[in-house]
């Protein structure tokens, strides 16, 4: 079986994100009929695919020894931070900005979990 290149693992789940999004925005809401919202669905689709489908195609473009060979001992690691992180998240009493900064340590932390599952996979551990 042919696996695809990480630019096309990027670009074509971006486009389809963007693409499903807009579909269902104008399914959903029959305000977002117009090409005007439509393309906003789809920017926003397509941005949300990005964020979604780069740490995959990061994962499969570099494969470092270290990551492969440490793999399980740091994927340990970060699911302990990602839990961390949404607990944070649930239980948010720091004002305003408490919420974006545990957005951002869940996004990172997610984002290391799909580069070290490719890792995982590769050493079969």
Same mark, same amino acid.
């Given at each position: 079986m042919k696996f695809l290149?990480?630019?096309a693992i990027l670009v074509?789940?971006?486009?389809m994100t963007g693409?499903?999004?807009?579909a269902v925005g104008a399914t959903v809401y029959p305000d977002m009929?117009? !090409?005007?919202l439509a393309s906003i669905g789809l920017l926003i689709g397509t941005v949300a695919g990005l964020i979604l489908f780069a740490p995959l195609a990061a994962g499969e473009a570099t494969r470092p020894g270290f990551i492969?060979?440490?793999a399980g001992r740091l994927d340990r690691w970060s699911?302990? !931070?990602l839990a961390m992180g949404l607990g944070y998240w649930l239980f948010d009493s720091m004002g305003e900005?408490?919420?974006?900064?545990? !957005?951002?340590?869940i996004f990172i932390c997610a984002g290391v979990r799909v580069y070290l599952a490719n890792?995982?996979?590769q050493t079969g551990a």
């Open positions: 290149r990480p630019v074509l789940g971006a486009l693409i499903v999004c807009a009929r117009s !090409l005007q492969v060979r440490h699911a302990f !931070l900005f408490g919420g974006v900064a545990a !957005l951002t340590i890792g995982i996979r």
